[in-house]
């Protein structure tokens, strides 16, 4: 009994070691000084930016208006907003706001297909790039400006720093913090040591016609992962832009995080088992950026690496005690790998106050885990713009 429960403590070690090592070594490289310096554009490009909305007339109104106020020519961008199933008023709104409308009439409803659908619908017309952000996102005038530059410098691919737009609750405050910590390890900690941003599903820029060609082999939920997969086979790689904001609005209760998670944990299984079948030829080709890829799309979500691993660590005290020392390191290790991926303004009373509301969150993503195949193939959407009630309190 004892030596079966040392070979499956040293199986489950190995793969944990890997994850944790792998955030510790990016939660330092986010916190190397370092900053992308990109020369003023000498061209001014044309750009295509598309807001899929699903039911979003609370925050797609304000989102346009506030897009409209870019600095850079409006000549120079068209604004497309898929508008599945919103209020004819909102749409309305919308055109006058100087958006152009397009309302689907799809089955089989995903944020790739109002993607197409805006790709095919401006077929005609000449752009640079396209632009994607979400309905409820937010960004400063200078935005268009920033992301001229850096496609000017020649990137193909652009993540901006996404940022929550509330905290009004625990829930959306820890999804923040989480999201920053996703910008330190994934993001910033990958570029500082010469890899490729990981994409966060809004705040993206790619190359017009690299898109044209790759969107139509993409119909899953989890559409960053495979627009991701495919610029990993083409060697295109992600710039991320750590001073260029997007607002984004933060799930506000757990049964909403629960069902967001839920989407995204069935995408990234599924591009992990589709990186994984390629395993040769990445080492053949020597496509380590794949490789690193393929080890981030295998890490459960922190939260349960939170939370298993103390209870491993009870299970070893009652059954072999003499091996809960390296996990207990191995733990430590981990906490200051959060701990340096947490930027300094979150240093403070109510991040600590907040995190004693982490069990309950392990609670929700274990819950996510559930409904995985339904997150396969059914859209789920996270309602935006209403004030409700915190279930995490």
């Known amino acids: ?14 793969p944990f070691m890997i994850w944790i090592i792998y955030f510790l070594v990016f939660s330092i490289g986010y916190r190397i000084p370092s900053k992308a310096l990109f020369k003023k554009a000498a061209v001014q490009h044309r750009f295509l930016v598309i807001f ?19 600095e850079y020519p409006h000549h120079l961008y068209e604004v497309v907003v898929v508008a599945d199933s919103m209020h004819e008023d909102t749409n309305t709104a919308l055109r006058n706001a100087g958006a152009t409308v397009l309302i689907p009439s799809y089955e089989h409803r995903s944020k790739a297909a ?8 401006t077929q005609g017309k000449t752009f640079d790039a396209v632009v994607i952000l979400d309905a409820d996102n937010l ?13 000017s410098s020649g990137s193909k691919a652009i993540q901006a720093h996404r940022i929550a737009k509330n905290d009004n609750t625990d829930t959306a405050y820890l999804d923040g913090i989480s999201e920053e910590i996703n910008n330190s390890i994934f993001r910033k900690g990958h570029v500082n040591l010469g890899l490729p941003a990981a994409l ?20 899953s939920m989890g559409e960053d992962k495979e627009l991701e997969y495919h610029l990993l086979r083409d060697g ?14 933060k799930v506000q209760n757990r049964r909403d995080l629960s069902n967001q998670r839920k989407r995204w944990i069935a995408a ?8 994984f079948k390629e395993l040769s030829n990445i080492f053949r080709t020597r496509n380590w950026p794949m490789l690193d890829k393929l080890i981030q799309w295998s890490i459960p979500p922190r939260i349960i690496l939170l939370g298993i691993i103390p209870i491993w660590i009870i299970i070893l ?5 003499i091996l809960i020392y390296k996990w207990l390191v191995l733990y430590l290790l981990f906490l200051i790998a959060l701990g340096l991926a947490i930027p300094n303004k979150f240093y403070n009373k109510r991040t600590f106050i907040s995190f004693l509301k982490l069990p309950f969150i392990f609670v929700a993503i274990l819950r996510s885990f559930m409904g995985i195949k339904s997150g396969r193939s059914t859209f789920v959407h996270t309602p935006h713009g209403e004030k409700k009630e915190d279930y995490s309190n």
Not at 114 to 121: F, G
Not at 204 to 212: K, T
Request: charge should be negative.
């Open 52 to 70: 899929p909305a699903y039911k979003e007339d609370a925050v797609i109104v304000d989102s346009i208006r506030s897009f409209s106020k870019q």
């Open 114 to 121: 109002a993607l197409n659908l805006a790709m095919t619908s």
């Open 139 to 151: 960004v400063l005038p200078d935005f268009l400006t920033h992301i001229n530059q850096a496609f």
């Open 317 to 321: 005290i009652l059954l072999a005690p």
């Open 200 to 219: 966060t599903g809004s705040g993206m820029l790619f190359e017009i016609n690299w898109f044209r060609q790759v969107m139509p082999k993409i119909s």
């Open 236 to 249: 295109i790689f992600t710039t991320y832009l750590e001073d260029v904001y997007v607002l984004d609005e």
């Open 1 to 14: 009994m004892e030596f079966v429960m040392h070979v499956v403590e040293g199986i489950f070690f190995i």
């Open 268 to 275: 990234q299984i599924d591009t992990f088992l589709l990186t």
